[in-house]
């Protein structure tokens, strides 16, 4: 889709605390999202991505503050997901320093949210945010779940895509709950997958481990490369990986 393939941070939030888990299980603290996000910024992050992974469980609004101190020190593209329900909540968060917003469960629950959004908005404003499992039952052999991966749908991950981006999503950031927090590599095939079915960017996110897992999602078909743990604990960094996927010709900033 792009020439030029971004690396973006991801910042799994939880009252007001960064926090990294496994499969979303067993959450542990990684540190303060302002902080986590100016020092990601200084390395090259393309964006930043904020993700309330409670606020959807928790029924609530995502947390305005933490959003808008991460907007006042951070000069790079933020996209904000977790808990939005409407229009209006876009409206509010556009209004605290999110420049994209991330819709999941609100979706699901009611299609025609993604509408509304991208006509008010823009669909470069909409990220769809898929998590998605490996299923039998379904037709591509992936299913989307809502709550932070602890709720399985009946919905095709595939078709759900296609259906969103009718519908005027602007983006797919696909996660994968079974390789999310392993750091065994991105699954592959369901990059592939969502690349044939998209129009639009697909972010790939869940299970990078390594500077060598990078490459091979932009080369299925991401435009866009997405990970957290990996960066919280140290053991990359953003220029680390722009290196390595440049020595495998990938165009990056």
């Known amino acids: 889709m792009t020439l030029t393939s971004r690396v973006i941070p991801c910042l799994d939030v939880a009252a007001g605390r960064v926090v990294k888990g496994v499969n979303f299980e067993n959450l542990r603290d990684m540190g303060d999202p302002v902080e986590l996000a100016a020092h990601y910024a200084a ?28 907007a006042e020190n951070v000069f790079v593209p933020l996209t904000v997901g977790g808990g939005v329900r409407s229009v209006e909540d ?32 823009g669909a470069q404003v909409l990220v769809l945010s898929l998590d998605v499992k490996r299923a039998g039952a379904t037709a591509s052999g992936f299913v989307v779940t809502t709550h932070g991966g602890r709720t399985e749908t009946t919905l095709d991950a595939l078709e759900w895509a296609r259906e969103a981006i009718e519908r005027g999503a602007g983006e797919l950031l696909v996660n994968s709950i079974d390789a999310d927090g392993t750091r065994d590599g991105f699954d592959l095939e369901l990059v592939g997958l969502m690349r044939e079915v998209s129009s639009v960017p697909v ?26 743990s990996v960066f ?7 220029g680390d990986v722009k290196e390595a996927m440049r020595a495998e010709g990938i165009v990056v900033r």
């Open 203 to 228: 972010i790939a996110s869940g299970g990078a481990g390594a500077v060598t897992d990078f490459a091979p999602a932009v080369n299925a078909g991401a435009d866009a490369v997405l990970a957290a």
């Open 43 to 70: 390395q090259g992050a393309d964006e930043i991505t904020f993700l309330d992974v409670t606020a959807t469980v928790d029924d609530r609004s995502t947390t305005y503050d933490v959003v808008q101190r991460t």
């Open 90 to 121: 876009v409206a509010r968060l556009q209004g605290v320093g999110a420049d994209k917003v991330g819709v999941n469960s609100a979706a699901i629950a009611r299609p025609d949210l993604i509408g509304e959004i991208a006509d008010r908005f």
């Open 232 to 238: 919280h604990s140290g053991a990359l960094t953003v």
